[in-house]
Antibody, heavy 123, light 106 residues
Framework: EVQLVESGGGLAQPGRSLRLSCTAS????????MSWFRKAPGKGLEWVGFIRSKAFGGTTEYAASVKGRFTISRDDSKSIAYLQMNSLKTEDTAVYYCTRLITIAAAAHFDYWGQGTLVTVSS | SYELTQPPSVSVSPGQTASITCSGD??????AYWYQQKPGQSPVVVIYQNNKRPSGIPERFSGSNSGNTATLTISGTQAMDEADYYCQAWDSSVVVFGGGTKLTVL
């Protein structure tokens, strides 16, 4: 059974940093891209970024709203994806979800989602 | 940047058909995806690649995509289908979501 478990959320002050982890099980982690999303209170789903599998270079892509502040990385030996969030802003307050990125017939989507972890940015 | 537009809300009576639209420039040339999110739960993909249902998703969920509009159709809508629905597409390597549609079953 595929499972994704996020951790590391909590309260952070504006300008500070936080690192989220996504621990995966039930599949060969290194074969898949991994992505992060967030949902702020009263707002819609927002894509944060993703990291490709090593087979596709392990490269990353980010939403404009977090580019330069957030970094996604992965440790395939531990089956963990990370979201390093720096220079946090109050508008980064949201539930953050980790997802698996699956590619079928050259088209990709997000087939499994974690339960989410809450990040609150406030002074 | 690419944008997807959804109606903020759709209402449907139990047993009737609900249609949720998603509009974007030449969206029919891309693949459209639909995610369902119920309060307090994580999103679930209900339609991928325009019209494919993942295993475990009821047959009453279907999708289409042509021209500038993708449509999620729920036939015989049930109370359990009440949720927020988001359409999604790719713009090169960027993930784009619609603003979401709240489906109310009443």
């Amino acid at each position: 059974e595929v499972q994704l478990v996020e951790s590391g959320g909590g309260l952070a002050q504006p300008g500070r940093s936080l690192r989220l982890s996504c621990t995966a099980s039930g599949f060969t982690f290194g074969d898949y891209g991994m992505s992060w999303f967030r949902k702020a209170p009263g707002k819609g789903l927002e894509w944060v970024g993703f990291i490709r599998s090593k087979a596709f270079g392990g490269t990353t892509e980010y939403a404009a709203s977090v580019k330069g502040r957030f970094t996604i990385s992965r440790d395939d030996s531990k089956s963990i994806a990370y979201l390093q969030m720096n220079s946090l802003k109050t508008e980064d307050t949201a539930v953050y979800y980790c997802t698996r990125l699956i590619t079928i017939a050259a088209a990709a989507h997000f087939d499994y989602w974690g339960q989410g972890t809450l990040v609150t940015v406030s002074s | 940047s690419y944008e997807l537009t959804q109606p903020p809300s759709v209402s449907v009576s139990p047993g009737q058909t609900a249609s949720i639209t998603c509009s974007g420039d030449k969206l029919g040339d891309k693949n459209a995806y639909w995610y369902q999110q119920k309060p307090g739960q994580s999103p679930v993909v209900v339609i991928y690649q325009n019209n494919k249902r993942p295993s475990g998703i009821p047959e009453r969920f279907s999708g289409s995509n042509s021209g500038n509009t993708a449509t999620l159709t729920i036939s015989g809508t049930q109370a359990m289908d009440e949720a927020d629905y988001y359409c999604q597409a790719w713009d090169s390597s960027v993930v784009v979501f619609g603003g979401g549609t709240k489906l109310t079953v009443l």
